[in-house]
């Protein structure tokens, strides 16, 4: 007998005909079909009648910051802030509220808020001039701090941080305010109410030292259980995440056990380039203890380079008016290693790339490794894929190298705005940037994400911007895709690249009732309007995880 029947709806299956209705047992789908038939075996199972509106199988959002995401909802977010009043303003209600935080922490600041100039710490002490104070980019790939804040890191003459990140230094010998990439701004990040343990798996990989008390652990839980119900509001019922230590695979396998997790979710171990590669064993280690449907761990996370914006994303050739093209994290000969060794343990692999010449030398490692090791089933990833060489476009189907992707990522999504010819691209590299469909049109895998925090992890949105997108000057290529393909790269093709075909992202019998019910029906919905879709009900393992 069925716990939950699904019926009237439009279900998209991904597996032949679209049906009506679905009935699930035991955290199992064990039947689809229509409403008729599907009625008659309900018997006591509680009905969801989805009215007409399109039933999927549950998002999966395959690059996500779990911890990060959850942590920042708390934190004011100053996403279209423009200039030092409209800064001020937001931060005053703020700080009033939080009377007792070492640091007073933002997150989304706008690289352009102060226009063309970067921002200073002066710029903020004028908003905050008593207080402690740093703001996050939404790519978490710089942190800007006033006065206070750097005084408090002891940042403010400096700091040498290795390859990569950089305390910016003014004339007058003192830090700008801004501090580019992990190492420059972790000092920042231990004073936030988090001590930036959110951010530990995502910078470091390291786990927090010393072991959190039971006091942190319930702080760190409340807030990641505040992430999964926002994460279930929005359909999810899977996660990839990106970063990752044991920290974070001890705290979702508590919280499994006491009810709070709602979606399953994958943690990665992230080596870092300063790491000897021998580190990966650690990833082994992972996978070994943590073997649940729920939680588990099987691939290590990269960074291969840092972000267009702050031109630390690793090009071919120089940016615009510099005769900078920045560096990788790893060199080449350790990346090709860390690849083989990781490939060798049949690991998944997924590494951060968006400059052209990061995404070459991801693919050459990746190349390295089937040359080492034969080629198999690895379903290695590259992250963001921002830009591309189209000598490279091709490499992605012979390698079987899958391009992780994130529509809002790209100004066509609409959520940042669009650049101009030669300011941080050349007119020639706008006809391959952000090449989703052209990707995929050569027939590799392509799959979708948020990279959750740095867009929100709201997945109508991200498929709005792959269908629709804005509309933006012609030297933006066009990459919309049709709503299947969108719908079917945020669920079949996530549950492919957690080689997890088999068990979920179809409605079919014998599959996972991982499930979400939309409030509407998608098909009939102007393109330009799916990001307004909201889902009805969310399950998860069978269980109601969301409903309205
Ligand atoms: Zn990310």
């Known amino acids: 007998m069925p716990d939950i029947v699904i019926l009237n709806g ?3 299956t991904f597996d032949g005909p679209d049906a009506e209705a679905l009935a699930i047992e035991d955290g199992m789908i064990t039947a689809v079909g229509s409403t008729a038939d599907i009625r008659d075996m309900a018997g006591t199972a509680r009905v969801i009648d989805a009215q007409g509106g399109t039933v999927l199988p549950g998002f999966i959002d395959s690059h996500v910051h779990l911890f990060g995401g959850s942590a920042e909802l708390d934190f004011l977010n100053l996403h279209g802030l423009k200039g030092a009043q409209q800064l001020a303003a937001a931060l005053r209600p703020y700080a009033a509220e939080r009377p007792d935080d070492t640091l007073l922490f933002a997150c989304s600041i706008d690289y352009a808020l102060m226009g063309d100039r970067p921002i200073t710490r002066h710029d903020l002490d004028a908003a905050i001039p008593d207080r402690p104070f740093a703001a996050s980019t939404a790519d978490h ?18 700091a040498d941080c290795g390859v990569g990140s950089e305390v910016v230094m003014g004339a007058d010998g003192l830090a700008t ?26 910078l470091t990989g390291a786990d927090p030292v010393p072991a959190p008390d039971r006091q942190t652990r319930a702080i760190d839980k409340a807030a990641i259980a505040k992430g999964f119900q926002h994460c279930a509001r929005h359909g999810i019922t899977g996660l990839h995440n990106m970063d990752g230590n044991f920290y974070q695979l001890e705290l979702l396998s508590e919280m499994e056990a006491e009810g709070t997790l709602l979606c399953r979710t994958e943690i990665p171990m992230h080596l870092k380039h300063t790491d000897p590669v021998e580190r990966i064993d650690e990833a082994a ?15 290590v996370k990269m960074f291969q380079d840092g972000v267009l914006d702050s031109r630390t994303a690793y090009m071919l050739e120089p940016y615009p008016g510099t005769d900078s093209r920045s560096e990788p994290l790893f060199s080449d000969a350790q990346f090709k290693q860390a690849c083989i060794r990781a490939d060798a343990m ?17 693919l050459d490692g990746y190349e390295a490794a089937q040359k080492a090791n034969g080629a198999r089933d690895s379903r290695h990833r590259i992250e963001h894929v921002e830009t591309i ?6 490499r992605f189907k012979q390698l079987g190298v899958v391009a992780s992707m994130q529509p809002l990522h790209s100004p066509r999504g609409g959520f940042f705005p669009p650049y101009e010819p030669n300011d941080l691209l050349h007119p020639h590299q706008f006809k391959t940037a952000f090449p989703w469909r052209t990707i995929r049109d050569t027939g590799a895998a392509l799959v979708f994400s948020t990279d959750w925090p740095v867009v929100p992890v709201d997945v109508m949105p991200s498929i709005q911007g792959a269908v629709a997108g804005i509309e933006l ?7 919309r895709l049709t709503l299947r393909d969108a719908l079917a790269a945020y669920t079949r093709d996530n549950a492919w690249v957690e080689f997890n075909e088999d068990r979920k992202g179809r409605l079919r019998p014998g599959m996972m009732a991982d499930v979400v019910v939309m409030g509407s029906d ?6 330009d309007q799916l990001g307004n879709a909201m889902p009805a009900v969310t399950i998860c393992a069978g269980r109601i995880t969301f409903e309205t």
């Open 10 to 12: 439009r279900v998209i």
């Open 141 to 158: 790939h710089t942190v800007y701090a006033n006065t206070r804040a750097l005084e408090m890191a002891g940042l403010m003459h400096g």
């Open 177 to 202: 305010g801004e501090l580019l990439e992990p190492a420059a701004f972790e000092p920042i990040l231990k004073m936030t109410t988090f001590g930036g343990r959110d951010m530990l798996g995502m």
């Open 285 to 299: 280690e992972m996978r070994a203890r943590y073997t649940g449907d729920m939680v588990w761990s099987n691939r």
């Open 346 to 362: 049949g690991l998944q692999i997924a590494v951060h790339a968006i400059g052209d010449a990061a995404v070459r030398q991801t």
């Open 389 to 394: 060489h189209p000598d490279d476009i091709p």
């Open 473 to 479: 000057p012609d030297y933006w290529p066009d990459q």
């Open 522 to 527: 998608l098909d009939a919905m102007p393109p």
